[in-house]
């Protein structure tokens, strides 16, 4: 699944651990998460977009490239 | 023709069989090796390499650099009788002084835990969680060496089927039923869903393993093309395949 996780981090200047701290999951699972090597759960995703202010659908796009 | 029990005897002392002695020994180890766990925390936990150790965790680490050098003297052969036993008591009565300690350093990691759970966070439960299953895997592995200094065929006889003191044998499995039991499930749920679903993956592939492979195994030694399976062969397979599966789920 393509998401602009990476951009959006890179924008506030955050590390991949920094982001990690706040979604308290680990640095790797930010880094499948951006690779799209990890689909993120319903949970985390939720949590990913209230930390960036975001809805779900502006950050992850589940459509064919 | 000799009886098992007095090729085993023969050469260890008699209380050292005891069931009864064995079990809560299993339990003051596991304790024990907590002492060491709460080093570790502290020294995180405070950011600092360079902290005071304790007592206790002095205690803690003597133990440990005791069970090395005793597995170790064994390993090289030294088989001096009465050193052997007085190695063995005083490794026996660390380990005792350990479980006292071990219990107040617990107590001190669960307060720690509470007091420190919100800025550490994540970091904080993983390195707990991972540490213990560190732990879980040291206190087997030194009983494993204890076992193979035992063992009446070679020294490094770990996986045969020689025989080994009752009380030993005791004491590596309530280490490992417990000490396993627990960090599992510790670790599965301090762990993340990315950490989760590797070690979901890991375990699908050591289990489709045993599965697949044991029954082709029995099968063909039925039919003469191979010895009788090994509990212990197929047991370090799984194992191999789910760390395997698990790292390359984690890290591709």
Same mark, same amino acid.
């Given at each position: 699944?393509?998401?602009?996780?990476?951009?959006? /981090?890179?924008?506030?200047?955050?590390?991949?651990?920094?982001?990690?701290?706040?979604?308290?999951?680990? /640095?790797?699972?930010?880094?499948?998460?951006?690779?799209?090597?990890?689909?993120?759960?319903?949970?985390?995703?939720? /949590?990913?977009? /209230?930390?960036?202010?975001?809805?779900?659908?502006?950050?992850?796009?589940?459509?064919?490239? | 023709?000799?009886?098992?029990?007095?090729?085993?005897?023969?050469?260890?002392?008699?209380?050292?069989?005891?069931?009864?002695?064995?079990?809560?020994?299993?339990?003051?180890?596991?304790?024990? %090796?907590?002492?060491?766990?709460?080093?570790?925390?502290?020294?995180?936990?405070?950011?600092?390499?360079?902290?005071?150790?304790?007592?206790?965790?002095? #205690?803690?680490?003597?133990?440990?650099?005791?069970?090395?050098?005793?597995?170790?003297?064994?390993? #090289?052969?030294?088989?001096?009788?009465? #050193?052997?036993?007085?190695?063995?008591?005083? #490794?026996?009565?660390?380990?005792?002084?350990?479980?006292?300690?071990?219990?107040?350093?617990?107590?001190?990691?669960?307060?720690?835990?509470?007091?420190?759970?919100?800025?550490?966070?994540?970091?904080?439960?993983?390195?707990?969680?991972?540490?213990?299953?560190?732990?879980?895997?040291?206190?087997?592995?030194?009983?494993?060496?204890?076992?193979?200094?035992?063992?009446?065929?070679?020294?490094?006889?770990?996986?045969?089927?020689?025989?080994?003191?009752?009380?030993?044998?005791?004491?590596? !499995?309530?280490?490992?039923? !417990?000490?396993?039991?627990?960090?599992?499930?510790?670790?599965? %749920?301090?762990?993340?869903?990315?950490?989760?679903?590797?070690?979901?993956?890991?375990?699908?592939?050591?289990? @489709?393993?045993?599965?697949?492979?044991?029954?082709?195994?029995?099968?063909? @030694?039925?039919?003469?093309?191979?010895?009788?399976?090994?509990?212990?062969?197929?047991?370090?397979?799984?194992?191999?395949?789910?760390?395997?599966?698990?790292?390359?789920?984690?890290?591709?």
């Amino acid at each position: 699944m393509r998401n602009s996780l990476k951009v959006l /981090r890179a924008q506030r200047n955050w590390s991949q651990a920094e982001l990690a701290l706040r979604l308290d999951v680990s /640095r790797q699972a930010v880094n499948a998460i951006e690779t799209g090597k990890h689909d993120p759960s319903l949970p985390l995703a939720f /949590r990913i977009a /209230r930390l960036f202010k975001l809805s779900i659908e502006e950050i992850f796009d589940d459509r064919p490239e | 023709m000799i009886a098992q029990s007095e090729v085993r005897d023969s050469d260890h002392p008699a209380w050292l069989h005891s069931p009864a002695l064995a079990v809560p020994l299993g339990f003051i180890a596991l304790i024990g %090796f907590m002492g060491m766990l709460d080093a570790a925390t502290k020294l995180v936990v405070t950011r600092s390499s360079s902290g005071v150790w304790d007592a206790e965790q002095w #205690l803690s680490l003597a133990a440990h650099l005791l069970i090395a050098a005793a597995a170790a003297w064994w390993l #090289l052969g030294l088989q001096q009788t009465r #050193l052997k036993r007085a190695v063995l008591t005083v #490794l026996l009565l660390v380990l005792g002084l350990q479980g006292v300690v071990g219990t107040t350093a617990l107590m001190k990691v669960v307060l720690a835990t509470h007091t420190f759970w919100r800025p550490w966070g994540w970091q904080l439960k993983v390195f707990l969680a991972q540490n213990l299953l560190c732990f879980a895997g040291a206190t087997p592995g030194s009983l494993a060496l204890f076992l193979a200094t035992f063992s009446k065929e070679h020294p490094f006889a770990i996986f045969s089927n020689s025989p080994v003191p009752l009380a030993i044998a005791l004491f590596a !499995i309530a280490s490992w039923l !417990i000490g396993m039991a627990i960090n599992k499930g510790w670790w599965y %749920f301090s762990a993340d869903e990315h950490d989760r679903r590797a070690d979901d993956v890991g375990n699908l592939a050591g289990w @489709a393993l045993f599965v697949i492979l044991t029954p082709a195994w029995w099968v063909a @030694a039925r039919a003469g093309l191979m010895p009788q399976p090994d509990a212990m062969i197929l047991w370090i397979a799984a194992v191999t395949v789910s760390a395997i599966g698990y790292f390359w789920r984690k890290n591709r």
